[in-house]
């Protein structure tokens, strides 16, 4: 047998390697960039990423599920932080050891490559761009980004891990595959990564909340939830916060209305075309710069930061000091980081088929890239991995039956936790500060607590790893359904008979 | 002012010119293709097309609503054709002067050329094929299908009428334009287009519904609906009928089990694959060739017929023996055509923006290719020139904001449209035959005889040009739901009160 190739040395690709070698099963894994364990680089994707029992299960089995023990931090719960007032902890579950894990991707990704490299079976090309797929003959076509040397490559077959603009989804689009289906849909927000320093990299005054090296509540999730806009923050393991702010990208609101500058001045209603017009002929510097303080900022004139331009920077204070105000405290790299660091897009990408015959498969983003609010876009890929796996268990390596029995089986689930990803951007956004919804996750707290056969939606998605993902959104809509309704009508879910409230729920049928 | 591009001279492409043409814009059209009117050519789409209200609206705008006057074939309602038993007619609409049209679409696109033609605004360009648009400069580059010449144009502006595979489009979704929102769906049937000769061409024995030079009906399209399956026929101006069937590619009842010679065998269930296996086993000829009756059959091995083998040509005709008696006795040509036109796809397009800036505009397929069982493709591609063109009423040539508010307006209902024509499809198929649906179109046609205010969900869409889609689509569901249920529980809509039904539809919101 030749090898498999794999194309991606990702989260996905990584560990696939790891599953294939542990069966015998000889991988030459491509990635376009280098090597991460040598050289320092930028992944462009998120720092951070939230580990949970779908992962986990996969990285037990293929012997890796201390990783977590060793460089995770622990998340209990959503941390919010409303604008004024203190903040409320809402735990993920009323049950003990159900929590999520805030992991370095690029520390986990390192791990699972020395993972796979362990074995002979696993070998790693790096700097080897793919940048085609012959859907007739099954050849995969390289780039070697260093030398520009192009090859032609044909194994045993060809998994395809190569993210959300992978290059062999791209070849069966243009004609490889007949009658490919496919969608690409983006939110009208975008994201931005800023930081919380630790405990001692800090000049400022340390908050009363500072735990060890966190200057935030090390063991959550943290949310800064506005209605059109979102901040959160996950710890990392040396104490300092990777905070994402989820912002539109036009508007009243919006990156852009911090951009050019009008960001929370009165006129902005008028809308941005028309605000920089005005800004021409009422020069800024009449304002009173005390409204602003921005002392505690780098300087816009740094010399890193020199893309920004007064205005905006004074926009972005304005921003945070009126949403934001406990957390701009603890950002000193605020302006710096903005300016700095890419406005992301978020988008959702569905296809099918998944496969082309036995030649070649698509796994985790390449088939399924989905937006990060509900924490599942890695989780989702290991589960795609020990999935893939079980059916070579039961297929041996017939890659076309079980290239298209693992497609029938998981194409549901790919389309449930995309789904409902993208209302938990809503959810997120604006009902975690809202009253009802906030009595609701309390009484599933307590549900949780009391009633060990009850797991609520964020429950079913995120801890029942036996449970595939269209069934948890099925149940768990069905659940919420019920539960928002009993809270409407309560000031308190004292109110209620958890008995009677436990039957209700039971009675659902999904 | 330099001239406007127009990319495509087919349906919309040729309109839009000439209401460009009407208000003095100036518009060089680019067309892949050579002129229709000199050149012998298949256009690759359906041979007629139901021009209904919408589409003859646009006509009027531009004084070309003579046009169907001349050269259409009037179709008063849907002719039921069961496998067994008497056909029955289905009135589109209960109300006079509610009727749709068969039209050619060559001639009809032929005759929006020549009127275009007219206007000294108006250029044509053909054999020139866009093969890329620079959405940074607004250049729009076309190479000469005849010499190969490549040449890059800029006009004032770039209009896209170049179909479902638009070149525009694909430059705008490969980062022309950022978040560019985007899918393709296939339908999992395709189609064949296939021939009933008009009578003075017929050999056979002509039957007593013939009419004049029409073998059918000829103010009527026909449809035998199968459930899984179906096959249509509209009227040609000449006495033909061009039959479409819709068939699935794959499975018991197929395209493929045609092909591959399976069909209607009984042990066809256990799938193709195995099915060809067996038949190498156990050869046809033993099979009782006086089932298969095929005298007036063209042979296969005609030698326009090669590709087709003799168990795929024995399969066919039993595919059309069972399930359309009365409709293969008109077919002569039925085998030769089978395997010498083309399977089509059926697919849905949509994306979003439309526009980049003011430098283009995707209209017609090119921005929302739908499937074709609501009849209205052309009808929204035409209305979209017709709401183009209002909008320069408005704003002139303030191209943004002519396409930006273009987009804003219209989206919502080329979506509606697009659902609407894949409901129909499984409306068509399945419930055509049904009792409960059958009895529901009849209430519909007395509704419509006897209040003038009702217009069922059908006559919304088609003959109401004066309501968007989308609200029809609202509406004609809510109305629907509604009859649907009244239609369940009587045997025979004479039992119900028609003032009643009709308060209970005045009701509804929507």
Redesign the interface.
């Known amino acids: 047998m030749s090898k498999v190739i794999i194309i991606g040395a990702g989260l996905a690709g990584s560990l696939l390697s790891t599953f294939f070698a542990k069966r015998g099963i000889a991988t030459d894994v491509y990635e376009a960039r280098g090597d991460m364990r040598k050289e320092e680089m930028s992944a462009g994707r998120s720092i951070n990423l939230a580990l949970s029992d779908r992962g986990i299960r996969a990285l037990s089995a293929v012997g890796m599920d201390d990783y977590m023990l060793k460089e995770a931090v622990p998340m209990y719960g959503r941390l919010i932080h409303p604008v004024a007032g203190s903040t409320k902890l809402l735990p993920y579950s009323g049950r003990e050891g159900e929590y999520i894990n805030s992991v370095s991707r690029g520390g986990l990704n390192e791990a699972l490559i020395d993972e796979a490299d362990k074995y002979p079976a696993s070998t790693f090309h790096f700097h080897e761009r793919c940048v085609g797929f012959d859907c007739e003959s099954g050849e995969a076509r390289f780039r070697n980004t260093e030398t520009g040397e192009e090859k032609t490559i044909k194994g045993e077959t060809v998994i395809a891990t190569d993210g959300a603009g992978s290059a062999v989804r791209q070849s069966m689009m243009n004609r490889g595959v007949?009658?490919?289906?496919?969608?690409?849909?983006?939110l009208k927000h975008g994201y931005k990564e800023l930081r919380i320093p630790p405990v001692s990299e800090f000049k400022g005054e340390v908050p009363e909340t500072a735990n060890g090296e966190f200057l935030l509540e090390k063991n959550a999730l943290h949310i800064w939830a506005r209605h059109q806009y979102m901040m959160i923050a996950l710890p990392n393991f040396d104490g300092s916060f990777t905070c994402t702010l989820f912002l539109a990208?036009e508007g009243k609101d919006s990156f852009e209305a911090i951009e050019n500058g009008t960001w929370g001045l009165e006129k902005s209603s008028r809308g941005s075309a028309q605000m920089n017009a005005d800004s021409e002929k009422e020069p800024r510097e009449n304002e009173d710069p005390k409204e602003f303080p921005s002392s505690s900022f780098r300087s816009a004139s740094d010399p890193r930061s020199s893309a920004a331009k007064i205005p905006a920077v004074e926009a972005l204070i304005r921003f945070y000091e009126v949403n934001f105000p406990d957390a701009v405290l603890l950002m000193p790299d605020l302006v710096e980081d903005f300016f700095d660091n890419p406005t992301g897009?978020l988008?959702t990408v569905k296809c099918f088929p998944w496969n082309v015959g036995g030649k070649a498969l698509l796994l985790g983003d390449s088939a399924h890239a989905i937006v990060p609010f509900y924490g599942q876009g890695m989780n989702a890929a290991f589960e795609d991995c020990r999935i893939l796996d079980g059916l070579i268990d039961s297929h041996g390596l017939e890659w076309e039956t079980v290239f298209t029995e693992y497609s029938e089986l998981r194409k549901v689930n790919t389309d449930a936790i995309a789904d409902l990803a993208v209302e938990n951007f809503y959810e997120m956004r604006d009902h975690v500060a809202d009253p009802v919804f906030v009595r609701k996750r309390d009484l599933e707290t307590k549900l949780e607590r009391e009633y060990p056969d009850y797991f609520s939606k964020y429950s079913l998605v995120t801890f029942r790893e036996d449970i595939p993902y269209s069934e948890a959104q099925r149940r768990g809509n069905s659940q919420n359904e019920v539960l928002m309704k009993l809270c409407e009508d309560i000031s308190d879910i004292s109110e209620l008979d958890m008995d009677e409230v436990m039957a209700k729920v039971s009675d659902l049928e999904y």
């Open positions: 007949e009658r490919f289906n496919y969608s690409q849909h983006f990208f897009d988008g």
